[in-house]
């Protein structure tokens, strides 16, 4: 844990904290199932706005986020109390964000567009120092 920010133990902390008590592990492992799954709906939306202009984005996105979730990877993470599913949470929130910035300039205005990249920009930052890996 020396290169990362421990962001993630003070989420589980704060679970900890709410849920004290011997099965307190319980809150954390729920989190981190909630993460997981919060993560499948920004890699749902990345995929929506990656392939806006195909008329089949929906089913390609329900698809794609549907095999994201058989994973083992995506399943492990996302069962333990770890830093490596707060990684893919704020990686996936960074991809939907940035993916948004990207809309033609008909559709979104510029200052719109640049707070997308920088909201993106920053959570790309926040998994970077979630999990320096």
């Known amino acids: ?20 008590g011997p099965n307190s592990y319980l809150a954390a492992r729920t989190l981190a199932a909630i993460m997981g799954l919060l993560s499948l709906w920004l890699y749902y939306g990345f995929v929506r706005n990656l392939f806006a202009r195909n ?6 996105a329900e698809l794609s986020t549907l095999l ?9 993470i996302s069962q333990f109390a770890t830093y490596d599913v707060l ?19 008909e559709v979104m205005s510029v200052s719109k567009q640049v707070l997308f990249a ?13 999990k320096y890996i």
């Open 55 to 60: 008329t089949d984005s929906k089913s390609i």
């Open 87 to 105: 990684c893919f949470l704020f990686f996936t929130a960074a991809l939907m964000l940035l993916s948004k910035s990207l809309v033609p300039f």
């Open 68 to 76: 994201l979730a058989l994973t083992v990877p995506h399943t492990f």
């Open 118 to 130: 920088l909201a993106g920009s920053s959570c790309f930052a926040f998994a970077v120092l979630a």
């Open 1 to 20: 844990y020396m290169f990362s920010s421990d962001m993630h133990l003070y989420l589980y902390g704060f679970t900890d904290r709410i849920f004290a």
